[in-house]
């Protein structure tokens, strides 16, 4: 599916874009650069380097990286996708108003609720399935900012980005989408109207579960201006050795989101005909609700997975202690598979009567599924649930 990319060589530009070869030796690969600071030719007379937490090679190499792949004109690494959606929040101004999606990473609910709501930011919660009428339902003069997820995590929602840009754009509100869950291979925002786009680069971009980061991107100038300062001013920025291991991430990301998707789209299916399954989650469905939209605005499906089991907790317990190949394990985005339990791992900080309203039973889990080989992942999830039972 190549309808979301922009030309016909995605992977060309993951392999290469932000990877120029080092001057001096001709290296293929950009330099580690381990330095905190570096030496002026005189008080003021630098290289356009003088302090890592504002200037590092490395990092410049990842942020042009992820900026070319979003389409964006500026791009911007932060040492996880939690302080990169606080860097967005410190846009804001006490008093200010932010209409979020209902059903995000629980992280990031905390990190609304529990930090910026006692700084004076204010929250309003819809569904994001509503698109832009339920964006336009909640906005205030002092709204200045949407957040969404598309899909959500971990209930797979779809919102319909390019009309909640309108309804923002009408209102000069802006959108930011976090699109940790298709990448740019996937789905682009800010083709869709979004002003920003923020990633845990932790998952998929990264890739191998080996880093924590987050970024941020913008084609809007001003904005990048308000990004830079407040990337600067906190510090919370990547360090050279995370920046060059996502940027070796990040040439593998096209062929490892087609596996990725290729693996989820057959387990999900096959999932639907397991006596042990309720009901499956996955965009790439016919029976997911929103399959039309996400057919439409995204050039792919992902790989994660949404499932309810037949059962308590205690026998959903008992087979995700029983995976040998899926690991049980928090976060996504890895080459290896992992299952989880939302709602006593991600999502346990959400109020209980939160975590029902939005589907989050106890029998509820969710999937990462890997780049194994397919049938080892069939076998694994029939082994666990029948000797669970």
């Known amino acids: 599916m190549t309808k979301n990319r922009d030309y016909i060589g995605f992977g060309t530009k993951a392999i290469h874009a932000g990877n120029e070869p080092e001057v001096t030796t001709g290296a293929i690969m950009p330099p580690i650069f381990l330095t905190s600071t570096y030496i002026q030719d005189g008080p003021g007379a630098h290289k356009g380097f003088e302090y890592s937490r504002t200037h590092n090679p490395t990092r410049f190499a990842l942020e042009k990286n992820l900026a070319v792949l979003e389409r964006a004109a500026h791009g911007f690494s932060f040492a996880s996708g939690s302080a990169a959606t606080a860097a967005v929040m410190q846009i804001l101004s006490s008093g200010d108003h932010v209409i979020a999606g209902d059903d995000l990473y629980g992280g990031t609910v905390r990190l609304f609720e529990k930090v910026f709501a006692r700084q004076g930011l204010s929250f309003s919660y819809f569904d994001p399935t509503e698109g832009g009428a339920g964006v336009n339902k909640l906005i205030r003069p002092e709204t200045k900012l949407v957040w969404i997820e598309s899909p959500t995590n971990p209930m797979l929602k779809l919102c319909d980005i390019e009309a909640v840009a309108k309804v923002c754009h009408k209102h000069d509100v802006l959108l930011c989408v976090d699109n940790t869950f298709m990448t740019p291979y996937f789905q682009q925002p800010l083709t869709l109207g979004a002003d920003i786009v923020c990633h845990s680069v932790t998952k998929y971009l990264s890739g191998h579960s080996d880093v924590i980061a987050g970024a941020l991107m913008t084609n809007d100038d001003a904005l990048a201006e308000q990004i830079r300062f407040i990337q600067n001013a906190v510090g919370a920025v990547p360090s050279p050795i995370d920046s060059f291991l996502v940027l070796r991430g990040t040439k593998t990301l096209h062929v490892r989101m087609q596996r990725h998707e290729e693996n989820a789209q057959a387990l999900a299916q096959w999932l639907e005909e397991q006596s042990f399954v309720e009901q499956v989650i996955y965009p790439g469905l016919s029976s997911h609700p929103q399959h039309t939209l996400a057919s439409r605005q995204q050039g792919g499906f992902g790989g994660m997975i949404g499932c309810y089991i037949r059962g308590d907790l205690g026998y959903v317990s008992r087979a995700l202690k029983a995976c040998r190949v899926f690991a ?45 080989f397919i049938d080892d992942l069939y076998a694994d999830l029939l082994h666990a649930f029948n000797v669970a039972a």
């Open 328 to 372: 049980c394990a928090e976060s996504l985005g890895g080459v290896e598979s992992l299952i989880q339990h939302p709602a006593t791992m991600t999502h346990a900080s959400l109020d209980p009567i939160q975590r029902r309203s939005l589907g989050m039973g106890d029998n509820f889990i969710r999937l990462s599924v890997g780049i194994e």
